[in-house]
């Protein structure tokens, strides 16, 4: 299991075109086998400012999502949308137990 | 809603004593009533930064944990182990809805 967290800066004219895109591609996302969560924030005093946080059941399952339909319509749709490249960073839970890292059932 | 990102620099010689204070306070804040999610994380290539991902139900809930008494310890337990001040930065949840900002049942 792993955890992505993606820091993107949007060019403030974009930010609700982008909120669009990334919206679509976050519930796309959580449908696929390999991914446990997928949290979309807007920094509170900087709403240009936004993280992802994508939860993984693994490597393969990482490098599986950047090869989605959705996610390659994601990335071509925020291209021309964000201020800077974004810049994901990876990370390795420690708590809580792998087996909550999931939604809740809704 | 609001999710606290904090990013915590750790000494090299200090990071098994800050996991084991950080999981002490981990497990004691996800009792809090005002507490969704308390995520804690490593960076797989950099074992020495780490990132809590807290997730309060409100601003109130936010403060009211901040006045715990294992918040308080967990303060105290870290601050010589710390390389640098840590940073906490807000954000607003976008997706999922906010239902699903919480663990599921175990």
């Known amino acids: 299991?792993?955890?992505?967290?993606?820091?993107?800066?949007?060019?403030?004219?974009?930010?609700?075109?982008?909120?669009?895109?990334?919206?679509?591609?976050?519930?796309?996302?959580?449908?696929?086998?390999?991914?446990?969560?997928?949290?979309?924030?807007?920094?509170?005093?900087?709403?240009?400012?936004?993280?992802l946080i994508e939860v993984f059941h693994s490597?393969?399952?990482?490098?599986?999502?950047?090869?989605?339909p959705h996610y390659l319509a994601w990335r071509a749709a925020v291209a021309d949308l964000l201020a800077e490249p974004r810049v994901g960073v990876r990370y390795l839970p420690i708590f809580p137990d792998q087996a909550l890292w999931k939604y809740p059932d809704a």
Chains 1, 2 share one sequence.
């Open 1 to 51: 299991m792993l955890v992505a967290l993606v820091s993107i800066r949007v060019k403030p004219e974009h930010v609700q075109a982008f909120i669009a895109a990334t919206l679509d591609n976050a519930r796309n996302s959580v449908q696929e086998a390999g991914v446990a969560r997928f949290d979309f924030i807007q920094q509170a005093d900087d709403p240009n400012h936004f993280m």
């Open 59 to 68: 490597p393969e399952a990482q490098q599986a999502h950047r090869e989605t």
